[in-house]
């Protein structure tokens, strides 16, 4: 299997997009450059296996692979939110990870 460069930019883009878009969704705002691409890709897998499945077709092209991916990492996300719990660390912030209240 061959990966051109333009390739790989796509689905680093196409990523970014669909994980900071999920950061939006569950939580009001992203995960940083990396988390936001890593959850973004995972997604993508997950919306290009259940949403066939599921009989829902997206069409082609850019937009269609960002929705896809945006749907699958927001699934992922609320898969974590749902094994770990609200209160894992995410949005708790780091002020008030040792229980100090300032």
Not at 40 to 67: E, N, S, T
């Amino acid at each position: 299997m061959h990966v051109s460069n333009e390739s790989l930019l796509v689905i680093l883009f196409v990523g970014l997009v669909a994980g900071w878009l999920a950061g939006k969704i569950m939580r009001g705002y992203g995960f940083g450059l990396i988390g936001d691409i890593l959850i973004g890709i995972v997604g993508a897998f997950i919306g290009d296996w259940l949403l066939p499945r599921l009989g829902i077709h997206l069409g082609v092209g850019i937009v269609a692979a960002i929705v896809n991916a945006t749907i699958g990492a927001v699934i992922l996300l609320l898969l974590v939110r749902l094994v770990r719990g609200p209160s894992w660390g995410w949005g708790r912030g780091w002020g008030n990870r040792w229980g100090r209240r300032w």
